[in-house]
């Protein structure tokens, strides 16, 4: 391989140009191996399955190589264009006094791009971070609160086994998850920072939100009120359409996927007032409640949560992770079921209270199962005609539906009759008379929840925001006003908001010797490696989504 890579360096460097690039990278490579027999005739040599696989890995290693150089090139232009016109925005462009602001802040742009280079070069590990403790956990890996070493910053951290995504053929789900998260730049997808893997696991290096999740909220009420579950469905639009602007749809829509952030309850309401960020250094004092200030200033972490910004707003997440990876979720296993109307008419006769209970007494044991529920799951992601983005917004009217009631509509006491409920949803979706809501919010969910030929959304996210049940909302500025159900925690790793897990065995040393075939197929994870832009920090410093009370 090494051989081959050399041969065709030049080859690929000339093709390439030095940035920046005036036209699209067009270079392909091709290997013959040929002998000649006779002074006629050429025959070539059978490729063995593991040359193929070689040259398959080398040049895509080649590829991804010099298409991340040209990636690169174009995303240092766009900071560059942002910087300049955040300054014009400013006035700076137009004062002559500002000259020398201007030049700084461009100086200070430059070193923090030589940084980011140098960061790239840098190769990221588990030994860069401190495990805290497990906040959550699935049936092919877990999450993890943690805190890099160097700087102090705490991290939710996904880790995925790649044994089982292989054996379930999941590396698609995998890399659209990453691909997603590399792509989303908004307010309304949990951010990712890093990505790294060993010989063992994936990694996704994720801003913590400690809100918890929606799952969780609705387990500790009974239901929402319709001002409530406007604001929580509005903001949810706005998050599934950022994920369509880009091209994705999320197929998994509910509420243990939509995160909450939450504010710290101190009363060091002022004392994230900086001077200036650029100059002010932090390192970690050990504990990753408490930070130490260069000039031996100590402060308390929960202050950087504090400032104008407002807390217990939605972000999306899990674009892949448990999207396929649980059996419920691959449609195959639904498939072999008949499409007979649901036979269990204890569970269809219960008084809502009742039918409220038994639905939360089940749900956490389901979402952590490697079966799950099909409960927010569109029909036609069930069926083999094929689906498209609006199966997203039949899941946003499943989760409305429970804010209201107090359960989804389809819920039942096995995954199997709750699949054969979505699939009659014409007999089955119902109101019950004791739980009652006004004709606009019953009219947005049977909007949402119909076949999708005629499912609102349909024509473009416009449609369901004109709808009379979002009468007042500010769609421009919804994320600035305080949340509906505002969440506090006590500080910046308060996991009260989330369950209680053991201790797992999926951050052991890895073994030396690795199973010959498991090896042989690592190359699916080529190139999943990311470190972002906006995550760099010198060394020992506070980011700056913290300064700016963005935990």
């Known amino acids: 391989m090494l051989l081959f890579m050399l041969f065709f360096h030049k080859p690929l460097l000339k093709c390439l140009n030095p940035l920046p690039v005036s036209n699209e990278l067009t270079c392909s490579v091709s290997v013959h191996v040929t002998m000649a027999m006779t002074a006629g005739t050429t025959t070539s040599f059978p490729m063995s399955n593991h040359t193929r696989e070689r040259v398959t890995v080398a040049k895509l290693t080649l590829e991804n190589f010099y298409s991340n150089l040209i990636i690169q090139h174009e995303e240092r232009e766009t900071r560059q264009k942002k910087l300049e016109v955040a300054m014009e925005e400013e006035g700076l462009a137009d004062e002559e006094a500002s000259t020398a602001q201007k030049k700084l802040r461009r100086s200070q742009h430059a070193r923090k791009e030589t940084e980011f280079l140098r960061l790239k070069r840098t190769r990221l590990g588990l030994d860069d971070f401190e495990s805290l403790k497990v906040i959550g956990r699935g049936a092919f890996g877990e999450v993890r609160l943690v805190q890099k070493k160097d700087t102090g910053h705490i991290y939710a951290m996904k880790i995925l086994r790649k044994a089982d995504m292989l054996e379930k053929e999941q590396v698609a789900h995998i890399r659209a998850e990453r691909d997603i998260l590399v792509e989303a730049d908004g307010a309304w997808v949990v951010k990712m920072f890093y990505s790294f893997q ?103 972490a929960q202050c950087i949560l504090l400032g104008e910004h407002q807390y217990g707003h939605v972000k999306l997440s899990d674009f892949g992770l448990c999207t396929g990876l649980k059996k419920a979720h691959r449609t195959e296993f639904y498939r072999n079921l008949t499409h007979n109307p649901p036979s269990d008419f204890s569970f269809q006769n219960m008084n809502s209270k009742r039918k409220a209970e038994t639905w939360k007494k089940n749900r956490r044991q389901l979402a952590y199962s490697t079966v799950g529920t099909p409960d927010y799951i569109a029909p036609e992601v069930f069926m083999q005609t094929g689906y498209n983005k609006l199966c997203d917004w039949w899941s946003l009217g499943v989760i409305m539906y429970e804010m209201l009631i107090g359960y989804p509509p389809f819920c039942s006491e096995t995954p199997q009759e709750t699949y054969r409920k979505v699939m009659n949803w014409k007999e089955t979706l119902v109101f019950p008379p004791e739980v009652p809501i006004s004709e606009k919010a019953k009219d947005l969910i049977l909007r949402f929840c119909i076949d999708s030929e005629n499912r609102i959304g349909s024509n473009g996210v416009e449609e369901i925001k004109s709808h009379p049940f979002f009468e007042g909302v500010d769609w421009g500025h919804i994320r600035e006003r305080p949340a509906a159900i505002p969440i506090e925690i006590k500080s910046i790793d308060d996991t009260s908001n989330f369950d209680e897990f053991p201790e797992s065995d999926i951050l052991q040393p890895v073994p030396n010797t690795t199973e010959p075939d498991y090896k042989s197929k690592d190359w699916v994870f080529l190139n999943y490696t990311y470190k972002r832009f906006e995550g760099l920090t010198q060394r020992g410093s506070i980011p700056s989504y913290m300064k700016a009370g963005k935990l």
């Open 198 to 300: 060993d010989k063992r696991n994936l990694y996704l290096i994720m801003e913590f939100l400690p809100g918890g999740d929606m799952m969780t909220l609705l387990m500790k009420k009974d239901t929402l009120s319709e001002e409530e579950t406007q604001f929580y469905i509005s903001e949810t639009v706005l998050a599934i359409d950022a994920i369509h602007q880009l091209g994705f749809i999320h197929r998994d829509i509910k509420p243990d996927n939509l995160l909450l952030d939450a504010k710290a309850c101190t009363g060091l309401t002022n004392c994230c007032c900086f001077q200036d960020p650029a100059e002010e250094q932090w390192e970690p004092l050990g504990p990753p409640q408490r930070f130490k200030l260069a000039g031996g200033k100590a402060r308390s």
